[in-house]
């Protein structure tokens, strides 16, 4: 397996990693240690580059699967045992970062509020929507939501990362934001990302540490998506 060094220190931008399987069929390659994060849970996979020496190429998607972290390249793929540098593209990962604390402080302003769970979401740098239950929704809603969401995210609250047996996780459903539990019964050790005070739950994408950090978000947009459902698409406002 991968030493996943994104998933303890999401602030790592660069590692030294030795090459242990490859595939150069479809161009890829797996390394014993990686910043790189796979995508998940709406939060797309991190791109950037690997150097062997001089050489650079670059990392153009990320996936992962029992084997550990695969990392696809456009260059020629290095051989088992080489020793390769890896730099993520720091940018695009912060902003990905920012993103990511604020749609979990969204859900923890709407939980609050609503106690409406989440039925689906996904991210792009900058941007994001959150799909939720909220039968009882009104169109006034929206500018108290954002006020106190801007409130909460101005307060720099901590953002801090934990892990869980999996038997002791199971027992806390608060852990679970989702409508459906989404952890695969593989899983035997559970992360946990908590805004300290406004959200806890299980989570493995990447997170600033403050969500001071994050700045000011504004709602975009508010979309019905069916009787009951309604659909929220924030942005920060200066990505």
């Known amino acids: 397996m991968t030493e996943k060094i994104y998933a303890t220190d999401q602030y790592a931008r660069t590692m030294d990693a030795t090459v242990v399987e490859v595939d150069r069929d479809d161009r890829r390659l797996l390394v014993d240690r990686t910043v790189f994060y796979p995508g998940g849970g709406g939060q797309p996979p991190d791109t950037g580059a690997l150097w062997v020496g001089d050489d650079r190429l670059e990392v153009v998607r990320v996936t992962q699967d ?62 994001g929507r959150l799909d939720f239950e909220l039968p009882d929704w009104d169109p006034e809603n929206r500018g108290p939501v954002e006020a106190e969401l801007n409130r909460q995210l101005g307060l720099a609250l901590p953002v801090e990362i934990s ?12 852990l679970i934001r989702t409508k459906v539990n989404l952890l695969p019964p593989s899983l035997t050790e559970v992360r946990v990302v908590d805004i300290v005070g406004l959200d806890r739950q299980a989570d493995g994408g990447t997170h600033v540490g403050t969500t001071g950090e994050v700045g000011r978000i504004e709602i975009l947009k508010v979309e019905s998506k069916g009787k009951g459902f309604r659909r929220i698409r924030l942005g920060v406002v200066d990505a």
């Open 66 to 127: 029992d084997a550990g972290v695969w990392h696809w390249l456009e260059g020629d793929v290095p051989g088992r045992g080489t020793t390769v540098r890896g730099d993520v593209d720091w940018d695009r990962r912060y902003l990905l970062m920012r993103t990511h604390t604020a749609m979990h402080a969204l859900c923890g302003v709407v939980w609050e509020r609503y106690r409406s769970p989440v039925t689906g979401g996904n991210m792009k740098p900058g941007e």
């Open 163 to 174: 892990f869980l047996p999996r038997a002791e996780a199971d027992l806390d459903p608060s």
